[in-house]
């Protein structure tokens, strides 16, 4: 077990409530909220994890002793007391010291930092005959001494410098937010839920762009954090780089796979210094192309309503009475505000942070909260005010990709392929001319175009028509978290180009072993969904809001046999997921079909896949239900099926179940309660897709079992014969 410590994490005011959500998000749960911080006990990786993804901390302390201090020769000696050379090197480090005191003795902050120095270096100069020197900008140790009622309380600070810095601001305007309290509005106004369902976000008066930044990291599930190159814990002696690498890794890939699934997020401002350092920000954090900004008064933005979303989220840090120099000459400002959303986008919610709250009742718009936050030295509060006419999802129209695709060509930059990048585009251009001819023949609009081919470049690459699905199977432990991702970089570069489409079409998951139904499960909500043929028949797709998209390709012809076996048949698909199976024994004149699962999602998804294909009537039954406990009492009726689809997940503990499905251990007893379902001439077609799946053949006696597992793996899944196992079953 990995060695637990005390950390303590600080945030500013407003923000506690904020920070404990996001603590619980990263799997954080020993903690202690007290003023203007939140504690935990636990590892080193999980520090680290605070440090790269909290957006709204300000620094991650690990405090490393605690004693009285009531004069300073007691500050002196407690501190060199401490074995400091556990930390950093005696010779060519270098070391800084920060020092808050509350209701002590000491309480001049420089004087006490200075004695907190001479500490450290009089036990090196002792020790060692060397002493580590100054450096206040990038140490390679930062100390933060906090003396409360004369009691010392001695941290490494794993931050290095305050969290709010990104390290994304190249450009400055006046009065720039800052990036935690940007984030922390956010936070507060719901926009990761909003984006996640496809909400825009505008800010008309951006400033250096703050706002759309972090708005775009939140929805692209980019690490506030990703962009630094240093922490205070880089240089540390007990640094645990292995740890930091795989955290680093695991972020590069989350990166790669939001920006697929980022919203509309637009700006302006009417200041063109301002739109120059807001786009220079935008680039420097890897966005360019991806937010758009326009130099725009901020009544002109009614006239281009139009190309907005019909929902969203306008959030902006209006000039204040204090910047002004009088409050009576912004009320206009906030009328404008107020007018462009109650008549040009009334679909739209609003937040604001204004240091007088009262100019908030220009705006005309309802108020559903405020809280209390801190711009700087000046005291505000965020209001946020309800959509004046709230938007049902069936009303939302359909709006124009934010990126151009010659913009989102640009973002990829000029390209510096290596060797084995270059082996890797040969390969997929090769696989793309072999296969493309095969799938016109065979009119199949989506298929696989490369399937880990070379191991270095572990992906599975599937086309959905123009569209391209791109699944990174999880590395080795062996391999190199961060070679890795470089080569995860350099293939995301490649793809776009060796197969001609705009990185906006390109989507990126991580594939790895999934428990319970996180398969299933949104990993966005923006609805993008859209049509594929496959042998003739149409279905729904969509590659950015799950896991998984909906079609299965490697049960083509798994479903292609099912639609020869169905004719005249009473077909049941349990575990139907989007009903294609159904579709093709529809297809296939079934006398009936009955589709079983326990999402209301994926059943209504199987709904308009059969209306998709005409295929429409009272012979058509979805049933919600939990697939094992509908089998049970399916024992007991009368009716039985001549055809019968059976996929159930590897692994489920779905909280919609009682206990624990696992195919392996199960599947006994799930076979031999279907099989009791067919009809005396009727067959089981059962598949699994666990790589290990050992079929228990002996405990199944009196069934005609026959593997049928080479037939039906298509010719774009051939290099991989594992990717399901098939039977054919018969009593």
Request: glycine fraction near 8%; charged fraction near 25%.
């Given at each position: 077990?990995?060695?637990?410590?005390?950390?303590?994490?600080?945030?500013?005011?407003?923000?506690?409530?904020?920070?404990?959500?996001?603590?619980?998000?990263?799997?954080?749960?020993?903690?202690?909220?007290?003023?203007?911080?939140?504690?935990?006990?636990?590892?080193l990786e999980e520090a680290y994890k605070v440090c790269l993804w909290s957006r709204v901390a300000i620094r991650v302390l690990m405090p490393i002793a605690h004693f009285a201090a009531e004069t300073p020769e007691q500050l002196y000696e407690g501190i060199l007391?401490?074995?400091?050379?556990?930390?950093?090197?005696?010779?060519?480090?270098?070391?800084?010291?920060?020092?808050?005191?509350?209701?002590?003795?000491?309480?001049?902050?420089?004087?006490?930092?200075?004695?907190?120095?001479?500490?450290?270096?009089?036990?090196?100069r002792e020790k060692f005959g060397y002493r580590p020197s100054v450096d206040l900008y990038q140490p390679d140790l930062r100390i933060n001494v906090y003396l409360k009622h004369n009691q010392a309380t001695v941290s490494i600070d794993l931050s290095g410098e305050s969290l709010h810095k990104r390290g994304y601001r190249v450009s400055n305007t006046p009065a720039p937010l800052k990036?935690?309290?940007?984030?922390?509005?956010?936070?507060?106004?719901?926009?990761?839920?909003?984006?996640?369902?496809?909400?825009?976000l505008l800010d008309p008066m951006c400033g250096s762009g703050t706002f759309l930044i972090e708005a775009a990291m939140m929805a692209a599930d980019?690490?506030?954090?990703?962009?630094?190159?240093?922490y205070g814990f880089s240089l540390w002696k007990q640094h645990d780089k292995a740890a930091w690498q795989t955290l680093k890794a695991d972020a590069e890939r989350r990166r790669h796979a939001g920006l697929a699934r980022l919203p509309v997020i637009t700006g302006g401002d009417a200041d063109p210094a301002a739109v120059s350092a807001a786009l220079d920000n935008i680039a420097e954090a890897g966005l360019a192309g991806r937010i758009q900004v326009f130099e725009r008064q901020l009544l002109d933005w009614p006239a281009y309503s139009r190309a907005l979303p019909a929902t969203g989220l306008m959030v902006t840090n209006p000039p204040y009475g204090e910047r002004m120099g009088r409050t009576d000459q912004l009320h206009y400002l906030y009328e404008s505000l107020g007018n462009i959303i109650n008549e040009s986008l009334p679909g739209w919610r609003t937040a604001l942070i204004t240091d007088n709250a009262q100019l908030g009742k220009f705006t005309g718009l309802t108020l559903f909260d405020a809280l209390p936050f801190d711009n700087g030295p000046i005291p505000c509060e965020a209001l946020f005010y309800r959509a004046p006419r709230p938007v049902r999802s069936s009303e939302t129209k359909p709006h124009p990709v934010a990126q151009t695709e010659d913009l989102m060509?640009?973002?990829?930059?000029?390209?510096?392929?290596?060797?084995?990048?270059?082996?890797?585009?040969?390969?997929?251009?090769?696989?793309?001319?072999?296969?493309?001819?095969?799938?016109?023949?065979?009119?199949?609009?989506?298929?696989?175009?490369?399937?880990?081919?070379?191991?270095?470049?572990?992906?599975?690459?599937?086309?959905?028509?123009d569209q391209v699905h791109v699944q990174e199977y999880a590395p080795p432990k062996h391999i190199d978290p961060q070679k890795a991702v470089e080569r995860l970089n350099e293939a995301m570069q490649l793809i776009p180009n060796v197969l001609e489409v705009p990185i906006s079409h390109v989507a990126l998951k991580l594939r790895q072993k999934q428990r319970g139904t996180q398969q299933y499960e949104a990993q966005a909500a923006q609805n993008q969904r859209f049509e594929v043929s496959e042998n003739g028949l149409k279905f729904w797709v969509n590659l950015k809001d799950y896991l998984d998209t909906g079609l299965f390709l490697d049960h083509r012809d798994t479903r292609l046999l099912v639609m020869q076996q169905a004719a005249g048949k009473h077909f049941l698909n349990l575990f139907s997921y989007t009903g294609s199976a159904t579709v093709y024994a529809a297809a296939g004149q079934a006398a009936s079909t009955t589709s079983v699962d326990m999402s209301n999602t994926y059943l209504s998804w199987a709904q308009d896949n059969m209306q998709l294909n005409g295929l429409n009537g009272q012979s058509h039954q979805f049933i919600r239900a939990n697939c094992l406990e509908w089998l049970q009492a399916a024992q007991q009726e009368t009716k039985r099926y001549g055809l019968i689809f059976l996929d159930p997940p590897t692994f489920s503990n779905s909280s919609r179940m009682e206990g624990v499905f696992d195919i392996q251990r199960d599947h006994v007893s799930l076979i031999k309660m279907t099989s009791n379902l067919l009809t005396d001439d009727g067959q089981l077609i059962f598949s699994t897709n666990r790589r290990d799946f050992k079929l228990a053949t002996d405990e199944l006696q009196g069934l005609q079992i026959t593997d049928i597992s080479h037939n039906t793996i298509p010719k774009d899944f051939e290099r991989n014969s594992k990717i399901h196992y098939c039977w054919q079953i018969k009593k």
């Open positions: 077990m990995a060695k637990q410590h005390k950390f303590t994490v600080t945030a500013a005011r407003g923000m506690l409530s904020l920070l404990a959500d996001e603590l619980k998000q990263l799997g954080i749960r020993n903690t202690k909220q007290e003023q203007g911080n939140i504690r935990f006990t636990g590892t007391a401490l074995p400091w050379e556990e930390h950093i090197d005696a010779e060519d480090s270098t070391l800084a010291v920060d020092f808050n005191s509350f209701r002590s003795k000491i309480h001049h902050t420089q004087y006490g930092a200075q004695r907190v120095k001479d500490g450290i270096v009089d036990r090196f990036e935690n309290l940007a984030a922390a509005i956010l936070l507060s106004a719901e926009w990761p839920r909003l984006a996640r369902q496809g909400w825009g980019i690490a506030p954090g990703f962009m630094r190159d240093y060509t640009a973002a990829s930059g000029e390209m510096n392929i290596s060797e084995q990048g270059q082996m890797f585009a040969n390969r997929l251009k090769k696989n793309l001319k072999h296969l493309a001819k095969w799938a016109r023949k065979n009119k199949l609009g989506c298929y696989r175009v490369y399937d880990a081919d070379l191991p270095d470049y572990a992906l599975a690459i599937d086309l959905y028509g």
